[in-house]
Each structure stands twice: as C-alpha cells, then as structure tokens.
C-alpha cells in the first residue's frame, strides 16, 4: 500500500480553491439546470474543504488556541458564507472563466549591493515591492508604478527574476501568479507611502529587517542577481502528480 501523508492547510487550501474555479467557471458557462445543480454541489464541498483548511490552521497554530469542537461547531455557517461569497463573483462566458490573480514584484537594487523592502501596513512584514496587476500595464510596467508609489524610489526593469504559484508555494490562499522582476535604482529618495506601508528602506546581505517574509525562498535568488549573477528564471517545475504534489522525478 502507498504511504500515508499527512494533509496540511495549504494542499487543503489548494484542492478548495481549484474545486472552486472548476465549479464557477461551469456555471459560467452552462444554462442545463442539472448541470449547474452539480456545480453547485461542488462549490458546497470546496467551501468545506476551505473552511476545514482554516480550522486546521487555527488548530495547529498557538498553544491555547479554540479548541476543535468550537471552530468544527462554526463550520456549517462559514461554509454556507463561502459558498454565497462564490457565486456572486460567477460570471457568464468566458468573463466567467475562473482564472488566478496576477501579482508583480520588485527586487529592486542599489550600486552599493543592497535591496529596497517594505514593511507592509497590513501584517507587519517586510518584502520587496509588490502589488496586483492594473489592466492597462505592462507587468513591467506595473513593477516600476508599485515601487515608485510605495517607496518613492524610481527605478528601471532588468529583467524578470522568477515566476512563482502562490498556492503551491504556500505563501497565498488566494489563486495567483506572482511575476518577480530585477531592477535597478535610477534615483529618488525613500517616502513610503502612508496606507501601504509602514517603512521602508535599503537593506545589505547581512543586515536585514524582521520579520521578513519567505526569505528562505527568494533572498539568494535576489541578492546574486543583484550582484549581477547570471542566471535563468525560476518558475515552479512540473509535478507528475499534481494533486499529491509529487515533484517532477
């Protein structure tokens, strides 16, 4: 028999989500009521799986946490809450195909080596520069816009740096692409912007801001390009078994 793996938060999270898009992409593009009767049901298992990921955060977070009965006892209602929240976003035709988010990012260097982070308002954490695609933009484009509106810096595009799965990477519940992008300072000075962050800065190697999110994933990928390291871009590799995922052998 295979072995049995343990199933955390984020596979949880990843089979809800793409369950969801199946299901609201079907009913946006479907009229037969026998259909959309068994699209339904699947966005009403997706919420469960969804709401049980959260639980098993919650579950396996701190010490003292709700205890199970408590966060399984409010299941029924978050599910149903989910499921509502879903069908208002269904679309019809091809609006309605359900596809990730796109979210463009900023490894932004300086002469002296070092890289612009922010400190986001919204969790406290440091990163680079990154926001959501606006229609109208290149995704290059955009990396200059969000790095010039969150820090006050202006800088130029080198090249892109990586391609990143937000779910699989485990760093996102919501569906995206994340596309990172090398650049360099070409001048202005640090002004973070009020609403979106709370500082930011220049930061060398070795002498970096906490906490930083995920700086295991990306900080030598970011730091070698930016002392001028060739190297191809990162993008996740293909699994032979996606669901499982099982990596490419």
């Keep these: ?4 793996r ?25 009229e037969n009521p026998f259909e959309i009767e068994r699209y339904e049901e699947i966005l009403a298992v997706a919420a469960d799986i969804s709401v049980a990921a959260d639980g098993l955060d919650v579950l396996t977070s701190a010490e003292g946490g709700p205890s199970a009965d408590r966060v399984l006892s409010a299941d029924g209602v978050l599910s149903a809450d989910r499921v509502t929240t879903w069908l208002r ?3 019809t035709g091809v609006p309605g195909y359900v596809t990730p988010k796109v979210a463009i990012g900023a490894v932004v260097g300086d002469s002296d080596g070092r890289i612009l982070l922010i ?24 990396a200059v816009k969000e ?3 969150e820090t006050g810096i202006r800088c130029e595009v080198v090249r892109p740096l990586a391609i990143i799965d937000g779910l699989r990477a485990g760093f996102s ?9 090398l650049c360099r300072s070409v001048g202005g ?3 973070a912007h009020p609403q979106e962050c709370l500082d930011a800065g220049w930061f060398s190697r070795d002498e970096l801001p906490s906490p930083i999110a995920n700086y295991d994933r990306w900080g030598r990928m970011a730091f070698d390009a930016i002392d001028g390291e060739e ?19």
């Design 1 to 4: 028999m295979p072995e049995e």
């Design 6 to 30: 343990p199933t955390d938060a984020t596979t949880l999270s990843r089979w809800a989500e793409a369950l969801s898009s199946i299901a609201r992409t079907g009913l946006g593009f479907s």
């Design 89 to 91: 976003s269904v679309g």
């Design 119 to 142: 400190q986001r308002a919204d969790s406290g954490i440091w990163l680079y520069p990154t926001g959501w695609a606006d229609v109208g933009y290149s995704a290059a484009e955009v």
């Design 147 to 149: 790095v010039r509106e």
């Design 173 to 181: 519940r919501v569906p995206l692409y994340s596309l990172v992008f």
């Design 189 to 191: 000075e640090i002004a």
């Design 231 to 249: 190297s191809d871009v990162f993008f996740d590799q293909p699994r032979h078994a996606v669901w499982r995922g099982t990596s490419p052998e």
